[in-house]
């Protein structure tokens, strides 16, 4: 990104590429919530995958990449996993409360929301590194 003017345009082609990887999470999510595992384990499972569909995006068409590839997808990954900690943290205590208990697919809503913000200023660093 070239300016704070981009930040608009970078913020929106982030979301665009959150709404793919998202659809990606959720889909997963269902099936796996539906065929096999709790709402934490389904989370657990599906965000990983659609984060290196996401890391694949983020690089092909938003971010300008000022470092190698591989330091890239370290750091991004990184915070990916911070990302994911805080995920699952944030889904096995939203699934304890009462009215999400039996509506994990809010919580899940819930938690892509916090996320959202979290991985766009962490993600812009992976790339792009410091802002000067």
């Known amino acids: 990104m070239k300016n704070r003017q981009q930040l608009p345009l970078a913020q929106a082609k982030f979301l665009t590429s959150s709404v793919i990887a998202t659809g990606v999470d959720y889909a997963l999510y269902l099936l796996l919530d539906w065929l096999w595992f709790d709402p934490v384990m389904a989370h657990t499972i599906s965000y990983p995958i659609a984060v290196l569909v ?72 992976a790339f792009e590194g410091r802002k000067k």
Do not use: C, E
């Not at 208990?101 to 996320?115: F, M, N, Q, R, Y």
């Open 54 to 125: 996401n890391f694949y995006l983020q690089k092909r068409f938003i971010f300008d990449l000022k470092r190698k590839v591989h330091s890239a997808f370290a750091i991004s990954m990184l915070f990916s996993v911070i990302g994911w900690g805080l995920g699952v943290g944030m889904m096995a205590f939203l699934v304890n409360l009462p009215f999400l208990s039996d509506w994990p697919i809010l919580a899940k809503i819930i938690v892509t929301g916090v996320l959202f913000f979290f991985n766009f200023y962490t993600k812009r660093y």
